[in-house]
T-cell receptor
């Protein structure tokens, strides 16, 4: 079992650009959550997808959007990038609400 | 409100016990978690406790929950240098799907 995988590992973008991050959940998991972790901080919940629908959203602007595919994989899209969007983006998958398994993250740098 | 607070740093000698503390504000928390994050890596779920429990033990790890004081602790027995990492306390609130994280406690283990 490969566990949760994320791509790419690192990404450098310019202010105003758009970015798409990808996540493949652990085998058998149907729920995917996305988190933003700024340097020196704990992860902040962006949103959670279940059955291809956004089930709950954190305090993030509409520039952050996502999608879940029928195979449960997921994408996080961020439009009109700001310098403050630089962070580690973590994907977590679960079968129920209570045991989340995290991927290694995508390090996004906005210049 | 939703808030999880942790002390930022803890330093212990190899072989001693480590105790990492956390307070949370939402009394309707359902599950409380401890995650470990090593440099450049994602989060590893260490253990979790349901809110109707007072204690949970798993090998070297002991979790204590004081619901009255909204206080959660993680004790690591016989701390090793490999335990050096950032430890995050987190909660899921009843009726919600998002996990709320503290800022993390950086554990230093001196040989």
């Amino acid at each position: 079992d490969a566990g949760v995988t994320q791509s790419p590992t690192h990404l450098i973008k310019t202010r105003g650009q758009q970015v798409t991050l990808r996540c493949s959940p652990k085998s058998g998991h149907d729920t995917v959550s996305w988190y933003q972790q700024a340097l020196g901080q704990g992860p902040q919940f962006i949103f959670q997808y279940y059955e291809e629908e956004e089930r709950q959203r954190g305090n993030f602007p509409d520039r952050f959007s996502g999608h879940q595919f029928p195979n449960y994989s997921s994408e996080l899209n961020v439009n009109a990038l700001l310098l403050g969007d630089s962070a580690l983006y973590l994907c977590a998958s679960s079968l129920d609400l209570y045991e989340q398994y995290f991927g290694p993250g995508t390090r996004l740098t906005v210049t | 409100g939703e808030d999880v607070e942790q002390s930022l740093f803890l330093s212990v000698r190899e072989g001693d016990s480590s105790v990492i503390n956390c307070t949370y504000t939402d009394s309707s928390s359902t599950y409380l978690y401890w995650y470990k994050q090593e440099p450049g890596a994602g989060l590893q779920l260490l253990t979790y406790i349901f809110s109707n429990m007072d204690m949970k033990q798993d090998q070297r790890l002991t979790v204590l929950l004081n619901k009255k004081d909204k206080h959660l602790s993680l004790r690591i027995a016989d701390t090793q240098t490999g335990d050096s990492a950032i430890y995050f306390c987190a909660e899921i609130v009843t009726g919600g799907f998002k996990t709320i994280f503290g800022a993390g406690t950086r554990l230093f283990v001196k040989a």
